[in-house]
């Protein structure tokens, strides 16, 4: 199940494995899922789905990365791991069964949702898979670290 705990774990494998900064790696790959604020309004009575729904987009969370990415010095290389975050998100989601249609790869031009049916949201194989290999790209990177401190003294 892609929850923000898996999300935030492949965000990490990626950042560690493609040397970019980690943090804004998995912040990335949290973006798309600010859609879920909508449930702060829904619960309070409010419609704002139709406000927050794009957010769950390509196009959508690429906007908030740019945003975001302001706020930084250097803006292109806080950009570059935010949306390589966006894109674990979007890579996970993809294989997602949506009960709700896909991802809405080519908004705003389609609402039309795209997927590939190979786990459904409540299969928590996946986390475990990820938990697993994000245990073993610690301990590789643990022993390289290790192995390179031996070497320097």
Do not use: C
């Amino acid at each position: 199940m892609p929850d923000w705990f898996t999300h935030s774990l492949i965000g990490w494998i990626t950042g560690k494995t493609i040397k970019q900064d980690v943090a804004l790696v998995i912040i990335g790959s949290l973006i798309p899922d600010l859609v879920k604020i909508d449930l702060l309004f829904t619960w309070l009575q409010g419609e704002s789905s139709q406000f927050f729904a794009p957010l769950h987009t390509p196009i959508g969370a690429l906007l908030v990365a740019g945003i975001i990415a302001v706020f930084f010095q250097d803006i292109r290389k806080a950009f570059i791991p935010l949306i390589i975050g966006v894109s674990t998100h979007f890579i996970l989601d993809f294989f997602l069964v949506h009960t709700h249609g896909g991802i809405k790869l080519i908004f705003p031009f389609s609402w039309e949702g795209w997927q590939i049916y190979v786990y459904r949201s409540d299969d928590y194989l996946v986390t475990v898979i990820v938990v697993l290999a994000a245990l073993l790209v610690y301990a590789v990177y643990w022993y390289y670290e290790k192995r390179k401190k031996s070497q320097l003294q």
